[in-house]
């Protein structure tokens, strides 16, 4: 009885089994709108033509015989969805479908791509910051309006028209360096103050000297690159043409004071701490003949002299008031100067 019993339960399962495993393909084909619908179309409609033998206007439909063959021309796909719902194929003088089965095969041809097209998004490129983003995003981090990409070749737009897609924003070797050029420009502007770091709105490139003539054990070598203020009535060639320049550099950067401002200019410090650093620190100044304080580190050098500074006065030619063009102006001396200063020969 037992056995019978078994027997027959085996059975019931083996009936319920085979049972789901036919309604799970029968889903299966029901899933498979592509074959039941769009193949036959394409069969009776469209394959004559466009077949691996004739391929009129290129193009060949009868190897599409599946859903996941669609990922293999996507494009090609919207031309002829494009060509089905203007009814322009089939052509007028061939066998037209009937309306009701136009729409449906329409429709089901966009439900399909909509799927496979979520099965394959695609290759996401990694991209960089359009040059409006950048100078967005260094505006958002220090609260100045420095704008470092205004130097950065136009963003490229790519085929769809956007210059902020990943295939558009690529990085080339030479963007790079502007980059890097870009990010010793927002350094430029950066101030150690006594309440913290803060970003002035103008390049402020002064603090090496300055620490350098203050804290002389620390500090064996000061390299001042077109450094100021060194006109200490902050009067400079920049300022006589540019008043509320003027006026916002002495509020950014000095709080208003003038009389800060004079203590502390590198002049002020040099003559101030020339007994403590002369004879400790090597001083080297370094300017652009085409920046606009050429003079002024002109005269700053000649005080040194007076004062007896160790120092070196070297002007670069062909050099505005850029960080990176003076560096490169520099060329191998620039280095030697650090392997000085880390005791390195």
Known sequence: MFGVFAIRRRAAFAYLFGAILLVGC???RAAEPFQEKVVPFL???CVRCHNDNEKKGELDLKRFNSAEKLFEDFRQWEHVLTFLRKEEMPPAKAKQPPAEMRADVLATLEKVLLTEARKYPGVVPPRRLSNAEFDYSIHD???ADIRPARSFPIDPASGEGFNNTG????MSPALFKKYYAAGELVADHALLTSTGLKFAPHSAVTFADRLGFKYPDLFGHVSVLAGGPLDQELQGPRAKGNPAGR????????GGDLDYCKAQSPLTLAENN??????KTRVRVAVGDRDFTAELNRAYSDRLKKLKFDHEFIVVPG???????LLKGLGEAN???????FGKK
């Open 26 to 28: 029968a889903d299966l």
């Open 43 to 45: 069969n009776t409609y």
């Open 141 to 143: 981090l220090t609260g």
């Open 167 to 170: 295939e558009a924003l690529t």
């Open 247 to 254: 006026e916002r550099i002495l509020k950014d950067t000095f």
């Open 274 to 279: 020339a007994a403590t650093v002369i004879g």
């Open 319 to 325: 050099v505005a008031h850029e960080t990176l063009p």
């Open 335 to 341: 280095w030697d100067f650090y392997r000085a200063a």
